[in-house]
């Protein structure tokens, strides 16, 4: 399958590790021009490196805090000095803390908004008259939290599905400017975070970790954990021509282990 995505030009927000940089991966075997945001600058010049050795990529990094108001509008200026158009924004940027809803803290919640929810809204925002040029896409990586509540993931759960309205919020808006938004829900994915996951449910159960892991494939109904660039070739579908009726769709990548309609 053809995606004609050769040339054309991404910016992956958190894209130095995890989901993100297996979207990176993707999208540069596919002969897109990147921009990778995160804030840790080493590990997204470490990315920017393996990137351009595996694939001859032209990526640029720049490191930042999606928290903060103004870093949006930068990370666009930065990348049409350095491409001159864009083509795909892919949101992926933001964590939010699991934990008993009685010990997290306004604070807490106030994080998980900040970067997950506002930073998904702002980049958005600031690339769109440059996607409305170009005809471009929004690929938003979600979570299937976002179908279920789950009593250790409500502020996560939360962010996820007014994450999932906005898509469809902005799909719509879409039709009318020639943007396509879509969204990718990535089930349980083999990050660091899940490994640390494994380590914790491992510790309290005074299991071994290889135990602990099926443990938790049991607790979610599935086979095996997805790989990150797995997700990557989601969202590039998600991003190419192939998918270019897909508006307002939203993709789970999970296994099976979401169960409802």
Not at 162 to 183: E, I, P, Q
Not at 253 to 259: A, L, P, S, Y
Request: net charge negative.
């Amino acid at each position: 399958m053809e995606l004609n995505l050769k040339d054309k030009v991404a910016i992956v927000t958190g894209g130095n590790r995890g989901i993100g940089a297996g979207v990176a991966r993707q999208l540069a075997r596919e002969g897109m021009r990147l921009a990778l945001v995160a804030r840790d600058g080493d590990k997204l010049t470490a990315m920017a490196n393996a990137l351009r050795e595996s694939s001859d990529a032209s990526v640029l990094t720049i490191a930042c805090d999606l928290r903060e108001r103004e870093a949006a509008a930068s990370v666009i200026e930065r990348t049409l000095a350095r491409f001159g158009h864009l083509d795909l924004l892919v949101n992926n940027a933001g964590a939010t803390r699991r934990g008993d809803f009685f010990e997290l803290t306004d604070d807490d919640w106030e994080d998980g908004l900040a970067l997950k929810l506002h930073g998904y809204v702002r980049m958005t925002r600031a690339a769109w008259p440059q996607l409305a040029n170009m005809q471009g896409t929004v690929v938003n990586i979600v979570g299937v939290g976002a179908w279920t509540g789950i009593g250790e993931f409500t502020i996560g759960g939360v962010v996820n599905a007014g994450l999932m309205n906005f898509t469809k919020a902005m799909a719509d808006l879409g039709k009318r400017d020639g943007v396509r938004v879509c969204a990718v829900n990535p089930g349980r994915i083999r990050t660091d975070r899940l490994e640390r996951n494994i380590a914790r449910i491992a510790q309290n159960e005074g299991v071994a970790p290889e135990v602990a892991t099926q443990m938790l494939l049991n607790e979610c109904g599935i086979n095996r954990f997805g790989s990150p660039d797995e997700i990557g070739q989601a969202v590039a579908f998600m991003a190419s021509d192939a998918a270019s009726f897909a508006q307002g769709a939203i993709l789970d990548i999970d296994g099976g282990e979401t169960r409802a309609i």
